[in-house]
C-alpha cells in the first residue's frame, strides 16, 4: 500500500520548508510575497510572460539536481514536492559580496528602473550556472522571457557578456550548498503520495505514475497540472476555481523519453526545454519553431502532454506532430488505447478523452528519406507570443516531380488543429511547381474559415496559410531562403 503524508515538503533557499495547509491556486509568487516577505520577485503581468518573478527551481533527475529558471506567478506550491527554490534574496558572492551577475548588472548599467532586474538577474544566474561564458545569442534566448519596459536590453546582453569575468559557477557560494542539499531533497523523494485537503481544496500528488492513474479513475473530476504555464491563467486571468487538483509534473516516468530507427516517444511530462535536444536531433526543421515557443521559463514549465490534452486551437506542437502523423497512447486506469492526433481534436473544447482517462505519450514516426517538411509560426511579436497561426507542411516529391504525398495541419485555423485534405487533395499526383501551388492555394478556403480576433483577421489568417505554401515550395525547390535565427 502507498504512503499517504500530509506535508508539501520542498528547500526554500536555505530553509526547510514543510506546508500542511496550502490552497490548490496558491501560487509561489503570492507565498513568497505575502507569507515570507520575500518580495524581490515582482509581479508584473500575471501571466508568466514579463519574467519579473522569475526564480529557480531545482528538481531532481537521476542522481543530479537540475536547476531550471520559472515565472512563480503561474507557479503552484501544490507542484513544489520535492524541490529546491531558489529566489534572488538568496544571491550573494564571496566575503559578502554581490554576485557576479548583479555586479556585471551594475557596473554595465543593466538595471533603470529596476522593477525588471531581478528578474533578468535570476535569468542571467540560471544561464551563468549552465555556460558561464555565453554567446550574445545564447543570452537572447535565455532572456526571451523577460520584458524590460525601460528599453534597457543592451546594457543587459552586455552584462550577460561580462559575468564571467567577476567569477565563475565553480566558485559560487551556493555550489557547496547545492551540494548538500541534494541528500535532503533526495529525502523528500520517500515513494509517498502526498494528500491535503478536502473537496474542492483537495491537493494529490501521486507517488508513481501508476498511482496518479489510478487516483485520477478514481477522480475524474480533478484538475490534471503538469507545467501549469495554461491551468496558471485560468486562476490568475480569470479567477476560475481549479480544485481539486492532481500535481503530476514531478512523476519521473512522465519524463521518459524513447527514440528508435523509426520513431520517437515522448511521454506527457516532458517539458519543452527537456524534448529540445531529442527533437532538434530527428526533426532539424522544427528547431526554430521550439525556439519560438514563449520564453525559457515557460519552455521549462510547460509539457508536450499539457499542450496537446488541453486542445487549443493554437498550441504549438499539435500542428507538425498532425503532419509527421503522430499517435496518442490515452491511459485510464491500467487500460492503453492508442488513436492518431488528429483524431483527437472533436470540436472547440471538445477531445476524444473520456472521464478519468489521460495523455500518457505521444509518438511521432521519423521523417522518412526524401519527404520535405517545415513548420511555419505568425505571431504579432516573434519572441514569446502565441500564434495567430501555425502551419506545417509535409511532401513527397518523386524522381519526376509528381508529388505522391501530401499532409498539411494548421492551428488557429478553425476550431481545432486540422489537417488542409482540400490543399493535400489539390497536390497528390500533380507536378511540384509553381502553377500547381497557385492553384491549390485556393483550397485553403475550403478547409478554413478563419475567425477574426485580436491576433489576427481572418482574412489575414487565410492569405498567410496560402502564402506559407508559396513559401513551403520555393524553399524546398531551393528558390527560396529560409531566414534563421542562429543561437550558440
Not at 520577485?41 to 514579463?50: I, L, M, P, Q, R
Not at 514531478?250 to 524513447?258: C, F, G, M, P, W
Amino acid at each position: 500500500m502507498t504512503a499517504v503524508s500530509s506535508a508539501i515538503r520542498f528547500v526554500l533557499n536555505g530553509e526547510d520548508i514543510s506546508l500542511t495547509d496550502i490552497k490548490p491556486d496558491t501560487t509561489l509568487l503570492d507565498w513568497l510575497r505575502l507569507e515570507r516577505r520575500l518580495r524581490g520577485s515582482k509581479e508584473g503581468c500575471a501571466e508568466g510572460d514579463c519574467g519579473a518573478c522569475t526564480v529557480l527551481v531545482g528538481r531532481l533527475m537521476g542522481d543530479e539536481v537540475i536547476y531550471d529558471t520559472v515565472t512563480a506567478c503561474i507557479r503552484f506550491m501544490g507542484s513544489l514536492h520535492g524541490t529546491h527554490v531558489v529566489t534572488i534574496e538568496h544571491l550573494r558572492g564571496e566575503n559578502g559580496n554581490l554576485h557576479p551577475v548583479q555586479q556585471a548588472m551594475v557596473d554595465h548599467h543593466g538595471s533603470q528602473c529596476g522593477f525588471c532586474t531581478p528578474g533578468f538577474v535570476m535569468s542571467l544566474y540560471g544561464l551563468w550556472m549552465r555556460n558561464p561564458d555565453p554567446s550574445q545569442g545564447a543570452i537572447e534566448k535565455a532572456l526571451q522571457g523577460n520584458l524590460c519596459r525601460c528599453t534597457g536590453y543592451a546594457p543587459i546582453i552586455r552584462a550577460g557578456k561580462a559575468m564571467s569575468s567577476y567569477g565563475l559557477p565553480q566558485g559560487d557560494p551556493l555550489l557547496a550548498e547545492r551540494i548538500a542539499l541534494k541528500s535532503r531533497i533526495k529525502a523528500i523523494h520517500d515513494g509517498g503520495r502526498v494528500e491535503i485537503g478536502e473537496g474542492a481544496e483537495r491537493i494529490i500528488v501521486p507517488a508513481s505514475l501508476d498511482d496518479f492513474a489510478a487516483i485520477y479513475e478514481a477522480n475524474p473530476e480533478a484538475t490534471i497540472v503538469a507545467g501549469s504555464t495554461d491551468v496558471g491563467l485560468w486562476v490568475t486571468k480569470f479567477m476560475r476555481a481549479i480544485g481539486p487538483v492532481i500535481f503530476i509534473g514531478h512523476l519521473q516516468e512522465l519524463k521518459a523519453i524513447a527514440d528508435n530507427a523509426s520513431e520517437v516517444r515522448f511521454y506527457a511530462g516532458v517539458s519543452y526545454s527537456e524534448a529540445m535536444p531529442v527533437l532538434v536531433e530527428n526533426f532539424p526543421d522544427m528547431a526554430e519553431l521550439w525556439d519560438r515557443i514563449a520564453g525559457e521559463q515557460i519552455r521549462n514549465m510547460g509539457t508536450i502532454g499539457g499542450n496537446i490534452a488541453n486542445g487549443s486551437p493554437i498550441g504549438d506542437t499539435p500542428p507538425p506532430f498532425i503532419a509527421l502523423g503522430a499517435k496518442l497512447t490515452l491511459r485510464r486506469g491500467t487500460h492503453r488505447r492508442e488513436i492518431k492526433l488528429e483524431d483527437y481534436f472533436i470540436a472547440y473544447g471538445k477531445q476524444d478523452r473520456q472521464p478519468g482517462e489521460f495523455v500518457e505519450s505521444v509518438t511521432i514516426p521519423l521523417l522518412p528519406a526524401g519527404e520535405k517538411f517545415a513548420a511555419y509560426k505568425i505571431s504579432k511579436r516573434r519572441e514569446e507570443d502565441i500564434s495567430a497561426l501555425c502551419g506545417a507542411f509535409r511532401v513527397f516529391v518523386s524522381d519526376g516531380g509528381t508529388v505522391g504525398m501530401a499532409r498539411i495541419a494548421f492551428g488557429g485555423m478553425a476550431a481545432t488543429p486540422k489537417r488542409a485534405k482540400a490543399v493535400e487533395a489539390a497536390l497528390v499526383g500533380k507536378q511540384w511547381t509553381q502553377d500547381t501551388i497557385e492553384t491549390a492555394v485556393a483550397a485553403f478556403a475550403e478547409d478554413y474559415q478563419p475567425i477574426s480576433d485580436m491576433r489576427a483577421s481572418a482574412d489575414y489568417r487565410l492569405l498567410s496559410a496560402q502564402n506559407l505554401l508559396r513559401r513551403f515550395f520555393l524553399e524546398t525547390t531551393g528558390n527560396g531562403q529560409r531566414l534563421r535565427r542562429e543561437v550558440a
